[in-house]
Each structure stands twice: as C-alpha cells, then as structure tokens.
Nanobody, 118 residues
Framework: QVQLVESGGGLVQAGGSLRLSCTVS????????MAWFRQAPGKQRELVAA???????NYADSVKGRFTISRDNAKKTVYLQMNSLKPEDTAVYYC????????????WGQGTQVTVSA
C-alpha cells in the first residue's frame, strides 16, 4: 500500500517561509516523479512544482524564484521550500507521485494547509 504523508504546513505572515515535506512508503521512491499541487478555496487544483526521478524540476510561473522543490532518495522524501510567501499562496498543498512513464499522478497525500496572512 502506497502512502504519502505531508507535513510542514501552517500559518505564516506574508514574506515569510515554510518548508513542506512529503515522505513516501510502500513504493520505490527513487524511480518516481514527484510533485506538489495546491488547491485554494473555490479554485481548481494546480501544479506548483515537479521533480523527476533524475532531479529535473519545473515550476508554475506564479512561484518561480520563490519556491524550490528537492528530493532526498535515501529518506524517500520530497521537499518544497517556500520563500517570500504571499497571501495568494494560501491553499491546501498536496504531494503526489507517479512512475516515470505514467501520464498522471495516481498517488496522493492527504494535504497540508498553508495560510499566509497579509
């Protein structure tokens, strides 16, 4: 059984930083592509950042230069470092995993709330 467990969310003032973590169990981690998505109230879920099994990353335009995705294969953990946070970053953040050849992400965490106050 595959489990993704996120942590690190919370309440922060605008301009502050948070680091989200997602630990994967029940699946080989190093061969998986990983991603962070977010969903704000009344909005569709959107891709925030993704990192391939080989370490290549990509970001949504809205977070480029502020967020950094990274992975530690030995710890089976993916991170999202979020700096210069804005109120519009407020959302539930979800970690997701897929195999390299898969088109979509079938494995999801339960989500962690990030709230940025003005």
């Amino acid at each position: 059984q595959v489990q993704l467990v996120e942590s690190g969310g919370g309440l922060v003032q605008a301009g502050g930083s948070l680091r989200l973590s997602c630990t994967v169990s029940g699946r080989t981690f190093s061969t998986n592509d990983m991603a962070w998505f977010r969903q704000a109230p009344g909005k569709q879920r959107e891709l925030v950042a993704a990192i391939s099994s080989g370490g290549s990353s990509n970001y949504a335009d809205s977070v480029k230069g502020r967020f950094t995705i990274s992975r530690d294969n030995a710890k089976k953990t993916v991170y999202l470092q979020m700096n210069s946070l804005k109120p519009e970053d407020t959302a539930v953040y979800y970690c997701a995993a897929k195999s390299v050849l898969a088109g979509q992400y079938p494995y999801w965490g339960q989500g962690t709330q990030v709230t940025v106050s003005a």
